[in-house]
């Protein structure tokens, strides 16, 4: 079975643009959820979506947005960047959002340059 | 708040020598406790996840134990290709899982 595929792997924008970063979750599972890792504050929950409802959000501004789409892929957006932004941004599934404590498993991750 | 803290930062092992790593946690009503293997680059890659105190998991040179306040992550005998980042995490409240910061393992041949 094919694992989480993320796209692009890497990337490069200035300032001010925005970027899109897609996640094709594991065939089967419906929860699809996206974590920022820098060096200095490890790895940071974003969204988690599950049948294409956000059903929980973590601390960051509302410049950082995403969506799941009725096939359970998920994509996230980043408008007005900032250097701040630079990051491995990792994406992961799981079969099911019922009950936190279900095993999640990691893509290989996108890395964001903001110059 | 639910919090993970993990120690060391950074380990450093001959090949093996035998230690262990720690995570310690603060949840209310623990739902799992996982641990996942990160190479640099990569996205991390899951090792096991304990559930109850008591319980004990192992693969391969890897061993993982829990207690009601914190896991250990025991490697025996480690070679220079365990060498990675391991990174712990519980479920928390309104988040998938709470990540700590990571133990950074070296085995030098």
């Known amino acids: 079975k094919a694992g989480v595929t993320q796209t692009p792997r890497y990337l490069i924008k200035t300032r001010g643009q925005q970027v899109t970063l897609s996640c094709s979750p594991i065939?089967?599972?419906?929860?699809v959820s996206w974590y920022q890792q820098t060096p200095g504050q490890g790895l940071q929950f974003l969204f988690e979506?599950?049948?294409?409802?956000?059903?929980n959000k973590g601390n960051f501004p509302g410049r950082f947005s995403g969506r799941q789409f009725s096939n359970s892929r998920s994509e996230m957006n980043v408008s007005t960047l900032e250097l701040g932004d630079s990051a491995l941004y990792l994406c992961?599934?799981?079969?099911?959002?019922?009950?936190?404590?279900?095993?999640?498993?990691f893509g290989p991750g996108t890395r964001l340059l903001v110059l | 708040e639910d919090q993970v803290t993990q120690s060391p930062e950074a380990l450093r092992l001959q090949e093996g020598e035998s230690s262990s790593l720690n995570c310690s946690y603060t949840?209310?009503?623990?739902?799992?406790l996982f641990w996942y293997r990160q190479d640099p680059g990569k996205g991390p890659e899951f090792l096991f996840t304990?559930?109850?105190a008591g319980e004990e998991k192992e693969k391969e040179r890897l061993k993982a134990t829990l207690t009601k306040k914190e896991s250990f992550l025991h490697i025996t005998a480690p070679k220079p290709e365990d060498s990675a980042t391991y990174l712990c995490?519980?479920?928390?409240?309104?988040?998938?899982?709470?990540f700590g910061k990571g133990t950074r393992l070296s085995v030098i041949a």
């Open positions: 992961a599934s799981s079969t099911t959002q019922d009950v936190h404590g279900e095993t999640q498993y």
């Open positions: 065939s089967g599972h419906r929860s």
């Open positions: 979506y599950f049948s294409e409802t956000q059903r």
């Open positions: 949840v209310s009503g623990l739902r799992g």
């Open positions: 304990l559930y109850s």
């Open positions: 995490a519980v479920p928390g409240g309104n988040t998938p899982l709470v």
